[in-house]
Antibody, heavy 120, light 112 residues
Framework: DVQLVESGGGLEQPGGSLRLSCAAS????????MSWVRQAPGKGLEWVSA????????YYADSVKGRFTISRDNFRNTLNLLINSLRGEDTAVYFC?????????????WGQGALVTVSS | DTVMTQTPLSLSVTPGQPASISCKSN???????????LYWYVQKPGQSPQLLMY???RRFSGVPDRFSGSGSGTDFTLEISRVETDDVGVYYC?????????FGQGTKVEIK
């Protein structure tokens, strides 16, 4: 069974940094693109970033470009998201999502999410 | 960005009755490969989203056949033939053709 388990969330001050990780199992990790999708409290879903299976190609939402960095470790089956220059509007639950084979931003499985709270 | 508009935003349904959610895109979602990249997800209370339908009408693994998807071009519909109490949650459509992928606002389904 596909499993995606996020970690690394927490409370951070504005301007700080945070690294989220997603441990994947139950599928050939390197064969699939992966994404991060976030959900602000009480709000809808917003795609944040995607990465190809090899890690060679990365994509970002305009709202996070230059501050977020997506990466992956195909030996450890782990997806990462480094968030710099945190802002209040980054407060959200961050989900990692596995993509269908035919596209990096078409999701079939989601993790349970990691809560990031940005507050002084 | 592609705008996805769902109606209604909330729905209260008697168990055993049908329910229908509309999703409209401001761009056509048919790609040159013949596929239409429209997806439906449900987020049950306290859970992460889970995939119901992909490419408009293809039911994902384990999804009951009470759920069906239809539509083409820019107009799509998710139908539940007989709502059950376990169907409570927020339903989202999403387009996966254009970058960034975008979601509808969500439709909250409650049981009467």
């Amino acid at each position: 069974d596909v499993q995606l388990v996020e970690s690394g969330g927490g409370l951070e001050q504005p301007g700080g940094s945070l690294r989220l990780s997603c441990a994947a199992s139950g599928f050939t990790f390197s064969s699939y693109g992966m994404s991060w999708v976030r959900q602000a409290p009480g709000k809808g879903l917003e795609w944040v970033s995607a990465i190809s299976g090899s890690g060679d190609a990365t994509y970002y939402a305009d709202s996070v470009k230059g501050r977020f960095t997506i990466s992956r470790d195909n030996f450890r089956n782990t997806l990462n998201l480094l968030i710099n220059s945190l802002r209040g509007e980054d407060t959200a639950v961050y989900f990692c999502a596995k993509a269908f084979r035919d596209g990096y931003w078409r999701f079939d499985y989601w993790g349970q999410g990691a809560l990031v709270t940005v507050s002084s | 960005d592609t705008v996805m508009t769902q109606t209604p935003l909330s729905l209260s349904v008697t168990p055993g009755q049908p329910a229908s959610i509309s999703c409209k895109s401001n761009q056509r979602l048919l790609y040159s490969d013949g596929k239409t990249y429209l997806y439906w997800y449900v987020q049950k209370p306290g859970q992460s989203p889970q995939l119901l339908m992909y490419e408009v009408s293809r039911r994902f693994s384990g999804v009951p056949d009470r759920f069906s998807g239809s539509g083409s071009g820019t107009d799509f519909t998710l139908e539940i033939s007989r709502v059950e109490t376990d169907d409570v949650g927020v339903y989202y459509c999403m387009q996966g053709l254009y970058l960034p992928p975008t979601f509808g606002q969500g439709t909250k389904v409650e049981i009467k």
